[in-house]
């Protein structure tokens, strides 16, 4: 079978910025069936609980290898998600525990102006592969928690209409570590 392409892509204006504002983290197998139209997710059959994780800087990304085997004919998407969650305080480690122990729905909002929302583990969920709590040494230094997701999908990290995750996620808790 051949594998025909269906268009080409032009050079686009210099106005996409890096960063991840916001993660959101919903229960696996909430998610119910999605409606997905060319990469996007636009409704969700089931009732999952976006959970809101802000965050602010540098040291937040999401990359996705694409793992292509000629020898076994298979093409696999395997995404790494790092967040870095700045101040230490006993509900977010709680809270960290928890995630750790499971294997979450994630979606991500970039930095930009229009800020895209991909979904992370749409299939089987992210697993938390590595982390560190950190008390920094310096007084610039990170004082607070990393986490590394990883998931490995058939498919890449699914664009998602930002209103439904926003709806899923209002009115939910969220941690203040300063309080």
Known sequence: MACALTTGRKLPCKQSVGGIQTAFMAAYGTLGNATIQAGN??????TPDFFQFDLKGANSSLT???????DTGTTVYESTLELTFTHLDVAT??????????RPH???KDNNETPNYFMVGYNQGAEVTAGTIVTGAA????????LTFTATEVIPPLYITGSVVDAAA?????????A
Do not use: H, M, W, Y
């Open 41 to 46: 997710i636009s409704a969700l059959s089931g």
């Open 64 to 70: 996705t290898n694409i793992i292509s085997s000629r």
């Open 93 to 102: 480690q709680e809270e960290l525990k928890i995630l750790a122990a499971a």
């Open 106 to 108: 994630v979606v991500i």
């Open 139 to 146: 007084f610039t230094d990170l004082s607070g928690f990393t």
């Open 170 to 178: 209002a009115g939910n808790a969220q941690i203040n570590p300063t």
